[in-house]
């Protein structure tokens, strides 16, 4: 029985069944780690000490008749900008290298309060700047499906584990598509809720009105569980939003039998790869078949959200970045006086991509431009909001393309402006704050996973999941189980 390559739900059931303890699931993933890790290179830190301690409660827990959740053994990956206590948090940067988390992120503690093991931290571009995570200042991560191209940023690290069976589900962070392009790439469900949904308190900031934690897994319904577990209110994140989390789960059961789906107008003039496009135009008939409605839909402003995104990313990214000073924490490199550290700190521990960010950003924010380019930018941000407003009177739910290709190889893509549009179709939704995920649909020529992104009105998670699993089932009959690579 190979445990590292089942679903969180299967894995949960073996547990609560006494089929399998805890410790043999965890000893199974750290196997495959110990086995695969250092050609994929998902991983910066692995846990295998703290996570095996971690599963042996767990057990003890059962045994005794007192587990903490159904989920409770069940073990977890998480990203490197999530806060675990005592742990090393990187944010994939030399400049947090040796920096250990003082406490742990609210999603993190809610894991552990289920009785979830942590497997270990994850890799990632630099402080979440990235569509590749080849802006790791730390290590390279390859995708498990072709391990000359790149896992999608910047939580490859989160997706590229899961795909290659280290794990069974993990967390990520999602402030333009870090979520769901990983997930696209590597045939995983990518989750990114609604904005407020799940706590931000724990997460490092890169663009604090943009960023939101998401969940990498191998089914919807595993996503769905996980959605579960680390949304709800958080006294200690302001953005958080009071709202009753809904049972995510029961909307899987639903199907899509009046369902309103809406597609964009000209969609399929857009410059996207015939292998996505023959996934979409099928994904389109499954929904009709299953009972949907398709109604074709007009985003105004949407070829303008790109430039809205990366001007307003990039202004909070300066401004939530000059705490890396070497005065309170992180890497510290003397200098002749105060201003000369602080020049010879940024200089060494921060990357080129980051760098470029904080120039831009600080520019951007600068006297003169202000107005010119980040007010201008969040009154098209209201703009962009206002047209999914509108565009979700009509519809339900929103079916495009995750990415416009499939995972492209290292070095493709050497112009930042290429790889900044690699986000199209992600990025609206972080604009205007709105739940969307990837699903696996499909596969390209060279066999390279296509995914497919859903996007919901606010707080509307069910409603997308609800599509997804329709779109699910199609993909498991025609191909299988997700399983891993």
Known sequence: MELHTMTAAELSRLLQSGEVSSVETVESCLDHIAARDETVGAFLTVLSEQALRAAARSDARRREGR?????DGVPIAVKDNLALAGV??????????????PYDAHVVARLKELGMPIL???NMDEFAMGSSTEYSALQVTRNPWDMERVPGGSSGGSAACVAAGEAPWSLGSDTGGSVREPAAFCGLVGIKPTYGRVSRYGLVAF?????????????????AALLQIIAGNDGKDSTSLPDTVPDFAGSLRRGVQGLRIGVLEGWEEDNI????????????AVLKDAGAEVITVSLELLDKAIETYYLIAMAEASSNLARYDGVRYGLRVEGADAADMFRRTRSAGFGPEVKRRILLGTYILSAGYYDAYYKKAQQVRTLIRDAFSKAFHRVDVLLTPTTATTAFRFGEKQDPLQMYQTDYYTVPANL??????????????????????????ALQES???QAAAALESVEEQRRGSYGTV
């Open 88 to 101: 090393r948090n990187t944010c994939g940067s030399k400049m947090l290298e040796h920096y250990l988390a």
């Open 207 to 223: 663009a604090s009105s943009l960023d939101q934690v998401g969940t990498f897994s191998r089914t919807v319904s595993d996503g």
């Open 463 to 465: 409603i997308m999941l």
């Open 432 to 457: 205007a704050g709105l739940p969307a995920m990837s699903i696996p649909f499909g596969r390209c020529d060279a066999g390279l996973p296509i995914g497919l992104q859903l996007t919901a009105g």
């Open 67 to 71: 587990s903490l959740s159904v989920w």
């Open 120 to 122: 270990g931290k994850t």
């Open 273 to 284: 790869l015939p292998s996505v496009r023959a996934s979409m135009q099928e994904a389109v």
